[in-house]
């Protein structure tokens, strides 16, 4: 094991659990318990929990909160109702992403919650700082003090109820919000997640993590690692950070660009977007069904015509649906459903199908 990891508040209940554990944006990280065919099953077909306390809550707060988190996000927060969350990105001057996130409106006047990647906690900390001057704003990273749970699968909902007894985040709707006090300590829980199904997080001190998580486990809840969080997101067609999105890497070419708002006052990154929709992209992110059982890494080639035309980001044999898929970000006019391509897989070659990106689509609604 590497020196000088971090440990989440739930690390001992990991290790306890047998947990394999591995280095992770630089925490001693549960990448599975059983196996992560397991893991990906339960949360597809009932429920699993993950520690995802290492990911980082940065809090904006003062009188010009949103026009500075508007200046730094590529959504619109203007006039965001209380409670509700939205995704978006950082971008930075060239329109490349310095990581995507999500944002909470608080239920305080002019305060905002920003939660992103564990792997860029120090930069997107130091961005913001660097990007705050001329706003009257306080921005604060409490990483350290909150610790997170993922409750995901098409059974969420039920143990949220039945177990954690929180009746009333049962009503929220997707990408909303609440806070409440449990057993006398503040929570705030969302109807969000990383998996394509339904679920919940919660956000609250470490000693309420752990309470939640020994409920939920008791309850019968399938304790679940990192290695099925990636298997689960990537069937969703979900973006991981350093994959599918990069400091290089324009919203608009991984198919994001619905989460960067044109239309708003200016904000870091919107020029060389703008310019670059009206250019038209020269590559974009897609998905490639294979032929064969083969599975394709990230930084594989994708040839075309005996040309590379693209490299894949990430790439799995699909648990859920039984077939060899990855995403990869192809030159156009490759990127056209249908084509066919060719992937160098070791010093082999196999060939697939553009698709979309989007593998399995859960029929939840709320």
């Given at each position: 094991?590497?020196?000088?990891?971090?440990?989440?508040c739930?690390?001992?209940?990991?290790?306890?659990?047998?947990?394999?554990?591995?280095?992770f944006?630089?925490?001693?990280?549960?990448?599975?318990y059983?196996?992560?065919?397991?893991?990906?099953?339960?949360?597809r077909?009932?429920?699993?929990i993950?520690d995802?306390?290492?990911?980082?809550?940065?809090f904006?707060?003062?009188?010009?909160?949103?026009?500075?988190?508007?200046?730094?996000?590529?959504?619109?927060?203007s006039?965001?109702?209380d409670g509700?969350?939205?995704?978006?990105?950082l971008l930075?001057?060239q329109?490349?992403?310095?990581?995507?996130?999500?944002v909470?409106?608080?239920f305080?006047p002019?305060?905002?919650?920003?939660?992103?990647?564990a792997?860029?906690?120090?930069?997107?900390?130091?961005?913001l700082?660097?990007n705050?001057?001329?706003?009257?704003?306080?921005?604060?990273?409490?990483s350290?003090?909150w610790?997170?749970?993922?409750l995901?699968?098409?059974?969420?909902?039920?143990?949220?109820?039945?177990a954690?007894?929180?009746?009333?985040?049962a009503a929220?709707?997707?990408?909303?919000?609440c806070?409440?006090?449990?057993?006398?300590?503040?929570?705030?829980?969302?109807?969000?997640?990383?998996?394509?199904?339904d679920?919940?997080?919660?956000?609250?001190a470490?000693?309420?993590?752990?309470?939640?998580?020994d409920?939920?486990?008791?309850?019968?809840?399938?304790?679940?690692?990192?290695?099925?969080?990636?298997t689960?997101?990537?069937?969703?067609?979900?973006?991981?950070?350093?994959?599918?999105?990069?400091?290089d890497?324009s919203?608009?070419?991984a198919?994001?660009?619905?989460?960067?708002?044109?239309d708003?006052?200016?904000?870091?990154?919107k020029?060389?977007?703008a310019?670059?929709?009206e250019?038209?992209?020269?590559?974009?992110?897609?998905g490639?069904?294979?032929d064969?059982?083969?599975?394709?890494?990230?930084?594989?080639?994708v040839?075309?015509?005996?040309?590379?035309?693209?490299?894949?980001?990430?790439?799995y044999?699909?648990i859920?649906l039984?077939r060899?898929?990855?995403?990869?970000?192809?030159?156009?006019?490759?990127t056209?459903?249908?084509t066919?391509?060719?992937?160098?897989?070791?010093?082999?070659?196999f060939s697939?199908?553009?698709?979309?990106?989007r593998?399995?689509?859960?029929?939840?609604k709320?």
């Amino acid at each position: 094991m590497e020196e000088n990891l971090l440990k989440t508040c739930l690390y001992d209940r990991h290790i306890a659990l047998g947990a394999q554990m591995s280095p992770f944006a630089g925490y001693d990280m549960p990448i599975q318990y059983t196996s992560i065919i397991d893991e990906h099953n339960a949360v597809r077909n009932a429920a699993g929990i993950f520690d995802v306390s290492h990911m980082g809550e940065i809090f904006v707060s003062g009188p010009d909160a949103e026009k500075y988190v508007n200046y730094v996000f590529s959504n619109d927060i203007s006039g965001m109702p209380d409670g509700k969350v939205l995704y978006g990105m950082l971008l930075n001057p060239q329109g490349g992403v310095v990581d995507d996130l999500l944002v909470y409106k608080e239920f305080e006047p002019d305060r905002y919650l920003l939660v992103v990647n564990a792997a860029n906690i120090a930069k997107d900390f130091g961005w913001l700082l660097a990007n705050a001057e001329g706003f009257d704003v306080t921005v604060r990273n409490e990483s350290d003090v909150w610790g997170q749970i993922a409750l995901q699968g098409p059974r969420s909902e039920e143990f949220l109820v039945g177990a954690l007894h929180l009746d009333a985040a049962a009503a929220l709707s997707f990408y909303s919000y609440c806070e409440m006090q449990w057993k006398g300590r503040r929570l705030i829980v969302s109807r969000t997640g990383y998996t394509g199904e339904d679920g919940f997080e919660f956000y609250a001190a470490e000693d309420a993590i752990r309470d939640i998580w020994d409920v939920l486990a008791e309850a019968g809840v399938t304790a679940c690692g990192l290695g099925c969080r990636d298997t689960l997101r990537f069937e969703a067609g979900l973006p991981l950070y350093g994959h599918e999105l990069a400091d290089d890497v324009s919203p608009l070419e991984a198919g994001l660009g619905m989460f960067v708002k044109l239309d708003k006052n200016d904000f870091i990154g919107k020029a060389p977007v703008a310019q670059l929709k009206e250019a038209g992209v020269r590559r974009r992110l897609v998905g490639i069904e294979l032929d064969a059982n083969a599975v394709a890494r990230a930084g594989y080639a994708v040839a075309a015509d005996g040309v590379q035309v693209g490299t894949v980001t990430t790439g799995y044999h699909s648990i859920t649906l039984d077939r060899s898929i990855c995403m990869a970000m192809l030159d156009r006019p490759y990127t056209e459903l249908g084509t066919r391509v060719d992937i160098h897989i070791r010093k082999k070659t196999f060939s697939g199908t553009v698709c979309r990106k989007r593998f399995y689509a859960t029929h939840y609604k709320k």
